[in-house]
């Protein structure tokens, strides 16, 4: 795993704070930019919740991410279990 991975993995473990959402956007906005310089693609730019009623939008595309994590407690908390492979 990269270096990028690791630190993002950090930021989402800690209390979703906003200036640990802030942190953690931030070092998702460099796992991207890291990738995009790797030369890696994703296949489809767009993070897809199937959940109905949360607070988050069910489609966020890839470059809003970011953006998301950094305003979003519930979001910060998904794509926190996401990353660290933590079941419900």
Same mark, same amino acid.
């Not at 473990?13 to 200036?19: I, Q, R, S, V």
């Not at 730019?45 to 595309?61: D, E, F, Q």
């Not at 998301?68 to 519930?74: C, D």
């Given at each position: 795993?990269?270096?990028?991975y690791?630190r993002?993995?950090?930021? @989402?473990?800690?209390a979703? &704070?906003?200036?640990?959402?802030?942190? !953690?956007a931030?070092?998702? $906005?460099?796992?991207? =930019?890291?990738?995009?310089?790797?030369?890696?693609?994703?296949?489809?730019?767009? @993070?897809?919740?199937?959940? &109905?009623g949360?607070?988050?939008?069910? !489609?966020?595309?890839?470059? $809003?991410?970011?953006? =998301?994590?950094?305003?979003?407690?519930?979001?910060?908390?998904l794509?926190?279990?996401?990353t660290?492979?933590?079941?419900?």
């Amino acid at each position: 795993m990269s270096t990028e991975y690791e630190r993002l993995k950090e930021a @989402l473990n800690k209390a979703p &704070t906003p200036e640990a959402r802030a942190e !953690a956007a931030q070092r998702f $906005k460099e796992y991207q =930019e890291k990738q995009k310089a790797l030369g890696k693609r994703n296949s489809e730019p767009t @993070l897809v919740s199937l959940s &109905t009623g949360k607070k988050y939008p069910t !489609a966020v595309p890839l470059d $809003k991410v970011a953006d =998301e994590i950094a305003t979003n407690p519930e979001y910060f908390e998904l794509v926190r279990k996401i990353t660290t492979g933590e079941k419900k």
